[in-house]
């Protein structure tokens, strides 16, 4: 969480309005820590690979 903590405090000293974070959809354990900082879901990203 610290690294957390100051990603959080150098973006508000650049005036950083969005961070995101990209992980495959299938991490739960990606999606519910940033789940539980307060991230939002924004986007889902789907294909298919032959």
């Known amino acids: 969480m610290k690294l957390i903590g100051k990603l959080k405090e150098i ?3 650049r005036n950083i309005k969005m ?3 990209e992980f495959p ?3 739960l354990l ?3 820590f ?3 900082i307060d991230f939002k879901e924004l986007i889902k ?3 298919k690979i032959n």
């Open 11 to 13: 973006a508000a000293q």
């Open 19 to 21: 961070v995101t974070a």
């Open 25 to 27: 959809s299938l991490n």
């Open 30 to 32: 990606a999606s519910n």
């Open 34 to 36: 940033y789940k539980s």
């Open 45 to 47: 990203i789907y294909s």
